[in-house]
């Protein structure tokens, strides 16, 4: 399977006056703000950590529902929550908190599978970052 997929991101001025938007292909954000305040302080708005944090959890969380099917089980809710760091200019540990009931299931069989799904997310595999995950079967 292969395909493609965009967003767009347009900024106008300096880097701590200027303002910008960012869009994507779906519309899910359709000129959604970003600015320094978004980024690096309390604002209205989105930022590059904040989207690295949303698609880490969603691609995550996906791959671990597949690999769970895979085995026999079908879950009936997994939260993950993604806590990006950044530091020094640099983005230096995701935490992936993941919560899960999955009937049947064994609180080792469960960590094994989200251990796996850590290492093989597309969007794990893509960061350069130290990746840590805590596993709790609901």
């Given at each position: 399977?292969?395909?493609?997929?965009?967003?767009?991101?347009?900024?106008?001025?300096?880097?701590?006056?200027?303002?910008?938007?960012?869009?994507?292909?779906?519309?899910?954000?359709?000129?959604?703000?970003?600015?320094?305040?978004?980024?690096?302080?309390?604002?209205?708005?989105?930022?590059?950590?904040?989207?690295?944090?949303?698609?880490?959890?969603?691609?995550?969380?996906?791959?671990?529902?597949?690999?769970?099917?895979e085995?026999?089980?079908?879950p009936?809710?997994?939260?993950?929550?993604?806590?990006?760091?950044?530091?020094?200019?640099?983005?230096?540990?995701?935490?992936?908190?993941?919560?899960?009931?999955?009937p049947?299931?064994?609180?080792d069989?469960?960590?094994?599978?989200?251990?796996?799904?850590?290492?093989?997310?597309?969007?794990?595999?893509?960061?350069?970052?130290?990746?840590?995950?805590?596993?709790?079967?609901?």
């Amino acid at each position: 399977m292969k395909f493609t997929r965009r967003a767009n991101a347009n900024w106008k001025g300096t880097g701590m006056e200027g303002k910008g938007t960012i869009s994507t292909q779906s519309t899910t954000l359709d000129n959604a703000q970003l600015s320094f305040k978004t980024r690096f302080d309390e604002g209205v708005g989105t930022n590059p950590e904040e989207l690295i944090a949303a698609a880490h959890s969603g691609c995550f969380t996906m791959q671990l529902s597949f690999l769970l099917s895979e085995a026999g089980f079908t879950p009936e809710d997994l939260n993950t929550e993604a806590k990006v760091t950044f530091e020094d200019g640099s983005i230096t540990l995701i935490q992936l908190i993941l919560k899960g009931s999955v009937p049947g299931i064994s609180a080792d069989e469960f960590e094994k599978a989200a251990h796996k799904a850590k290492e093989i997310c597309p969007i794990s595999k893509l960061l350069n970052t130290t990746i840590t995950l805590s596993v709790e079967l609901i």
